[in-house]
């Protein structure tokens, strides 16, 4: 009996050993001039973007996701690393000197941030949000880096009935957690399968929903798609309200204080690290994303404080809870949307699509297929934090005038920017009409409640559902018995059926 586990350790341990040396390569190619000016563009573009409120990684990523068409795929990587581990941080700005959120994630930053700009301590509070993201940021990563191998091992144990219950209870989550009705969420996310099955099927050899259009037999194009959906449908809301984002002063006296508060998170670490754990646990689970591992470190931290009443007046510990699980959450969502192809948080589902897009296939063999790919983003993540924190430090006061801009300036010029890039993947003008009609489709959806990310993930895994399902049904030789073949299938479908059921469970309860 012991040399299986022998053998099984020895395994686990050469797969560890693989994954930490091409994590040592990609650290060694940031000297690469290309990979280096990814990094900085990447962390410059999502500091702008998260410096815009209203605007945030999404609509980054979604931007620079058909320039990238043609590159090569690592240097893509580092360029969506870069964005992703700068956007907060961008957040964080506007949420501490004018009391509105960059994003989401950065709600509870204003509780205490925006009292201690008020007392003339904003370089304070800066420096405290930029050590706590960056910390957090590589606590995620070391946790992502340990579970990698684990992961990877897991892998083998999915067939195809395995992969189409996963990709089930992938979309009934995001459909769950999604804010709002779950009905919605659920049509949103059926709407998405059937946006996906538009075009020729490989799979039984018909067209599908092309209404003869001969622009529709390849399918709705990933790219004008995602730029409609969520830069345009989101500019469309974000001009409704127009005016200025802020037309308050803005000042932040000296880098010395903000030094200083660089420093002062080693007096909170049981602050942190508990933040860092939930933001971490957060983002293992698909779809949820910063905003509920922001309120719910920040309630944690309120709750385990012997002087909670000071919360909200500018308590430190507000916003290192804030910031640290804001970042610690980039990488554990890495870990779903690596090792199965379903997104961690609304950005990966983003970034499923850059994979798409570069030929690369998401879920399950993209670990074993291309693990360059997976630690081009870990090693990414990492430099981006540091290069990002640093801009944080340094231009914090002249970064955020961003927000004095008005809304009738930056709305035309990301969405020119958009069309533009919808435009240039396949030159092909009807492209920049499917990403206009997107825009208007995703506005309206906004409008009435509906949420967006579960139609972009049934967009996405609608086609990987269907081919799953087709494998199976051979596997099977014609049988429906094979999708209850094995632990993990039985165990996947009584979590989609629980996920189903609980909210008719749930007002059955409230009506008792």
């Not at 994630?105 to 007392?119: E, H, S, Y």
């Not at 942190?272 to 754990?277: A, L, Q």
């Not at 990488?331 to 983003?350: C, H, K, N, Q, R």
């Amino acid at each position: 009996m012991s040399q299986p586990i022998f053998c099984q350790r020895l395994k686990t341990t050469k797969v560890s050993n693989e994954v930490f040396d091409v994590f040592l390569d990609n650290v060694a190619r940031i000297g690469d001039p290309q990979i280096l000016l990814a990094l900085l563009g990447g962390s410059l573009i999502g500091m702008l973007f998260g410096l815009i409120p209203g605007l945030g990684g999404i609509q980054a990523l979604t931007i620079c996701l058909p320039f990238t068409f043609g590159w090569d795929p690592q240097v893509a990587m580092f360029l969506f690393a870069g964005i992703m581990g700068s956007v907060t941080k961008g957040g964080s700005i506007p949420a501490i000197l004018i009391n509105t959120p960059g994003m989401a994630p950065n709600a509870c930053t204003c509780l205490d941030g925006f009292p201690l700009a008020r007392r003339g301590e904003a370089g304070r509070a800066i420096g405290l949000a930029a050590s706590s993201c960056v910390l957090g940021s590589l606590l995620g990563v070391v946790v992502l880096l340990l579970l990698l191998p684990v992961v990877r091992l897991l892998i083998f144990a999915f067939g195809p009935p395995e992969f189409f219950w996963l990709i089930m209870f992938g979309i009934v989550a995001i459909a769950f957690v999604a804010r709002g009705n779950f009905l919605k969420g659920l049509v949103a996310g059926g709407l998405g399968i059937l946006i996906s099955l538009i075009g020729y099927s490989e799979v039984f050899g018909v067209r599908r929903f092309t209404l003869s259009s001969d622009y529709l037999w390849d399918g709705i194009n990933l790219v004008p798609f995602f730029i409609g959906i969520f830069a345009i449908g989101e500019l469309l809301s974000y001009t409704t309200r127009g005016g200025v984002i802020s037309s308050k002063g803005i000042h932040v006296r000296g880098l010395s204080s903000v030094f200083d508060g660089f420093r002062e998170i080693f007096r909170y670490p049981a602050t942190f690290f508990r933040g860092s754990f939930i933001g971490v646990v957060v983002g293992l689970i698909p779809g949820i994303g910063g905003s509920v591992a922001n309120f719910l470190s920040y309630t944690a931290a309120v709750q385990m404080s012997k002087k909670p009443e000071t919360f909200g007046k500018g308590n430190p510990e507000g916003i290192v809870a804030s910031e640290s699980s804001n970042d610690a959450k980039d990488g554990g969502a890495l870990l779903p949307t690596l090792g199965f192809g379903i997104p961690g948080s609304p950005e990966m589902a983003v970034l499923l699509g850059a994979f798409m897009l570069h030929g690369l296939q998401p879920g399950p063999f993209l670990l074993k297929e291309h693990p360059e790919i997976a630690v081009s983003l870990i090693a990414g993540l990492v430099i981006a934090n540091l290069i990002s924190s640093g801009l944080m430090i340094v231009g914090a006061d002249q970064l955020a005038k961003v927000t004095l801009i008005p809304v009738r300036y930056i709305a035309p010029v990301v969405v020119v920017i958009g069309l533009a890039g919808a435009y240039a993947v396949r030159g092909n003008l009807w492209d920049v009409l499917l990403a206009i009609i997107a825009g208007l489709f995703g506005y309206t959806l906004r409008r009435h409640g509906f949420p967006v990310i579960p139609l972009v993930m049934g967009f996405i895994l609608g086609v990987l559902a269907e081919t799953a399902f087709y494998q199976s049904f051979k596997m099977g030789l014609g049988s429906y018995s094979v999708f209850f073949s094995s632990p993990i299938s039985l165990s996947l479908f009584a979590l989609v059926l629980l996920l189903l059921l609980y909210p008719f469970l749930q007002q059955l309860r409230r009506r008792k």
